[in-house]
């Protein structure tokens, strides 16, 4: 009788844990609003690339539907190429505030702007 209770308080347990887990989905845009032409336009987290949106010309942006927005560091990296010259850059940007608004439900669309080659900024909607 004991290891019945045992084996079912086990497969209780496994089988509640299932449901903390929610998956977060948003759309993600990724705005060039500098007047660079960019190329490899990437969000990475050491060696995981998070996303990418490919090449953007000035005042484009690149939008990922249905993103599932799970797992993300509270840090991540923006890297990409310059067209003209070639010369990659690389920006580091918090996503703590972005993950507790996605989290709570208070954000359903995360727009990444590139303002220049050493800066960006991460906006909620």
């Given at each position: ?74 840090e ?21 505030e972005?993950?507790?608004r ?24």
């Open positions: 009788m004991k290891p019945t209770i045992v084996v079912l308080v086990l497969l209780a347990l496994i089988g509640c844990s299932q449901f903390g887990r929610h998956k977060f989905f948003v759309t993600v845009d990724v705005v060039n609003a500098s007047s660079n032409y960019l190329n490899w336009v990437k969000l990475k987290d050491g060696d995981r690339q998070l996303f990418s949106a490919g090449i953007m010309i000035p005042k484009s942006e690149a939008t990922s539907l249905d993103y599932v927005w799970s797992k993300m560091p509270e991540a990296k923006l890297t990409f190429i310059d067209d003209h010259t070639r010369q990659p850059f690389s920006i580091n940007i918090s996503l703590k972005a993950n507790a996605v989290l709570s439900g208070q954000c359903k669309r995360v727009a990444i702007r590139i303002l220049s080659y050493d800066k960006a900024e991460v906006v909620c909607k």
